[in-house]
């Protein structure tokens, strides 16, 4: 009861940060904790011992945040990226000429349909777009088939290996190729690589397909965890990509530093998405002393939010040099 | 050969097939079958192989492909 919550003042030419300031203020509500989101991305990105693992699941790339991550790459604001497939895959229809659309949410789907349009909430995906994305990957498979002679590969392997075939700076698996940035993808047969994976097996001779194993990756998040003096996680939604992050921290004894979870899931079902950071404290993946918060957002307008509040804090000449 | 528009919305065409996915929509088709076979995947609309499926997919694209002006043979 000492500290009054001060009224908002916003004026005409205010930055963002400066608007979070406001928030901050305020302290209150979903404000409140996007102000503190903010405070707490900003020591991770200020400790230079910190690895910063986005935790990326939901339609994130599709409706927009798909440069942003890029460039965070680049800026080593990301050290590790654990991801969806299907985040990924949509990285790579617009890296191989497709685009997103903006569409809306009150159309008839059926006459969608009868298009060949995916409708992704009120963006719309066209068929051929995936279409010729499948055919440049499995074309890509082929060659690292060739390449890779039958040993198996970890989703950061191929996401390396594609990111080495890409020449568009704006996606993200490309800019992870460049700036020696980790790929993970826990779920990566859940997602359109697994159709991509089968018509490459079926054009390949018998065992010459690629092989790529979903364990190989676990040593190898284990070992940058290992690594790392301290663990910081940006979470958007939830799901797979915030359960592998969590675990790996849990699994080599350390639990995270720093963790911001921005979502709109609910902690009563019990899923992983909607557990409260407090939740995850009781497991040992989280320290009961980390900065940390979570944001009842939608994503697409609180991540990019924080990140701009953060960029403006840090200043333009800023570059972390990654960890670990 | 002269097709019918009635003929084209029933016959054994690549727009009637299981397979047909869009490409250049509504000329042309991408065939996953034959691109597992190491064949040109990209088709006409009217083209058809054995492999031919006859499973409707209730879509535009032949309805598309007719109202479309063609250029006459010369």
Redo the contacts between chains.
């Keep these: 009861m000492r500290t009054p919550v001060t009224h908002m003042q916003l004026s005409p030419d205010m930055t963002v940060n400066q608007l979070i300031e406001q928030f901050k203020n305020s302290g209150s509500f979903g404000a409140g904790r996007l102000a503190s989101a903010c405070d707490i991305f900003e020591k991770m990105a200020r400790d230079p011992k910190c690895t910063i693992q986005l935790a990326l699941a939901g339609a994130m790339v599709p409706a927009g945040l798909r440069k942003l991550i890029a460039d965070m790459i680049r800026l080593r604001l990301i050290d590790v990226l654990v991801s969806t497939g299907a985040n990924m895959v949509h990285d790579l229809i617009e890296a191989t000429g497709g685009h997103h659309y903006k569409g809306h949410w009150f159309v008839d789907d059926y006459l969608l349909?009868?298009?060949?349009i995916y409708r992704i909430y009120d963006v719309f995906v066209?068929?051929?777009d995936f279409?010729?994305a499948d055919?440049a990957l499995?074309e890509m498979l082929d060659e690292i088939a060739a390449k890779t002679k039958k040993k198996p590969l970890s989703t950061n392997e191929l996401m390396g290996e594609i990111g080495a075939r890409l020449k568009d700076k704006n996606s993200i698996v490309r800019s992870a190729y460049e700036a020696k940035v980790p790929i993970f993808l826990p779920a990566m047969r859940d997602s359109e690589f697994a159709y991509i994976h089968r018509?490459h097996q079926?054009?390949s001779e018998a065992g010459e397909a690629l092989m790529v194993d979903a364990f190989r990756e676990v040593p190898e998040l284990l070992d940058i965890t290992s690594r790392s003096e301290r663990l910081g996680m940006i979470c958007l939604g939830g799901g797979v990509p915030r359960n592998s992050v969590q675990h790996a921290a849990l699994m080599t004894g350390k639990g995270l530093d720093y963790s911001v979870v921005i979502t709109t899931d609910r902690p009563e079902p019990g899923g992983l998405s909607g557990s409260t950071i407090e939740e995850t404290i009781s497991w040992g993946k989280v320290k009961y002393k980390a900065n940390k918060t979570m944001v009842i957002s939608d994503a697409l307008i609180a991540f990019p939010l924080m990140v701009a509040s953060v960029m403006e804090r840090l200043g333009k000449g800023f570059h972390r040099k990654g960890s670990p | 050969m002269h097709m019918t528009r009635t003929s084209q919305k029933t016959g054994k065409i690549c727009g009637n097939c299981r397979y047909h996915n869009t490409y250049d929509y509504p000329d042309s088709v991408f065939c996953f079958a034959r691109f597992t076979e190491r064949k040109n995947p990209v088709v006409s609309i009217l083209f058809s192989c054995d492999e031919w499926e006859n499973k409707l997919q209730e879509c535009n694209c032949l309805d598309d492909y007719n109202k479309k002006p063609k250029k006459k043979a010369k």
């Design positions: 349909y009868k298009y060949h066209p068929e051929e279409v010729k055919e499995v018509v079926r054009r």
